[in-house]
């Protein structure tokens, strides 16, 4: 089901790349979502753009499949199916050269919001930027899209910002991350700063430490070849999971806007201190009877590519002095999740007698799978025989709370802050940059050292020195579970 929404003026969507996977998996089914609540108001202009020569009938077949393997709203015989797949129009366009170009120039009006999707390889943003300006495509309230990755280091991303700072002022650019378009993440900021109760206790004197978990059950599959020349650090850590700590460790805004958010992020990224080499772990999964590991997978047995990484992190502010940011991610890991908890510091001194266990509360934010939020609280075990406590979660699962089924989902809910202008959920130019600069050295320390990653079995919570990393410490990592 699609809630209905108040509808936006027309505006007209080029995505280039608009025959590739990302449009095929999640832009063209967020945009028929987006089309079914009512949000597109007529006039509103929706056109692919790539280097397949098709008409825009052969691309609405396209787009049609593409629903049906992965919209669940694709209903065959519905009117707002043949509606949204009319309002399709597609250019065949090559990025480098000046085929398409002026055709694509008459589809599309320069006085009303143009957002240009680059939904391509990042070595064509700098082709595609200047032509929509010499070919005097875009208008002064064009917008720019661009995907992850952004770099592959800071000087990477530095040249890619120049290149668009070229032809676009940083206004009008759209870093996505999709993880920042997701409900829960959006509600961490809302629990933090649109509740009196957490906030007092959101430092170092009550918080013992913070853990991070996103963790797949898939393998890199079909994407070996790409994903070998990143890894899980470039792939996840620099970006996503960066982002995530950002909101939980931020200071409040002075309010929520998008340059006062990002303000903050910038300066948890600059806070930052070197990870220890002895502080990170990296994984790479074997292989099993019946599967390849990731070297395998890779097609490449000599790959020291990691497929996992945990780490300690330590933030260096008043805020956060001694408190750990434990970070995990990887692949065929036991359960597919995204978890940030909060571990509290546990009580100082218990009054009941024989209460010998270290009750800590946890509030523990899930992001995927049943997007929700618990607190795990000690209360007294029910019945005769004294005071026995026991930690027990109050759970605030959004689906049957706030009927998270209505929610748009990342991809939408981005694409239409694009239309509208909100820049709040997209990553700034410079804490791009500073992202990479506190990976870089860790990445080079690898690179240097021909750092090897620890094996581990598919299916588990990763090597085991990754358990040792907080056994160390006297933590555990929470259990991953779907
Ligand atoms: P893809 O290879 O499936 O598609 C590439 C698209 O670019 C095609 O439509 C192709 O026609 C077009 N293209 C290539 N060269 C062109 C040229 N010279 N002129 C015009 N068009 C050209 O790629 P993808 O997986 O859809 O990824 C697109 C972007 O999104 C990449 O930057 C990728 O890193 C990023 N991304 C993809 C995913 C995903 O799930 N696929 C996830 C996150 C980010």
Redesign the pocket.
Known sequence: MVSRVIPVAPFDLIV???????????IIPALFRRYLAGQFEDGTRLI?????GLSPVEYRLFAKEALKEFSAEYDENSEGLEDFLNLLDYVP?????DD?WEELKTKTSTDRVQAFY?????S?FG??AERLNSYEIAGSQARVV????FGRDQETARALNATLAEHFDETQIYR?D?YLGKETVQNLMVLRFGNMMFEPLWNNHYIDHIQITVAETVGVGGRGA?YDKSGAMRDMVQNHLMQLLCLIAMEPPAIYDADALRDEKLKVIRALQPVAPHHIVRGQYEATDTAPGYREDAGNLRSFTESFVAMRCEIANWRWAGVPFYLRTGKKLRARTSEISIIFKALGHSIFEGDTTPHRNILSIRLQPNEGIDMTVTVKEPGPGGMRLIDVPLDLTFAEALREADAPEAYERLIMDVIRGNQTLFMRGDEVEAAWGWTDPIIEGWEARHDVPKQYVPGSSGPEDALMLLHRDGRRWRDIKA
Not at 48 to 52: F, I, L, N, V
Not at 118 to 122: E, I, Y
Not at 146 to 149: G, I, R, S, T, W
């Open positions: 280039f790349g608009g025959t590739g996977d990302l449009a095929r998996r999640k692919g753009a790539a280097r397949a366009i090559d990025a480098t050269g398409g680059f939904s391509v390889a990042p064509l082709a595609l661009v995907e992850k990755p996505i999709h790409y």
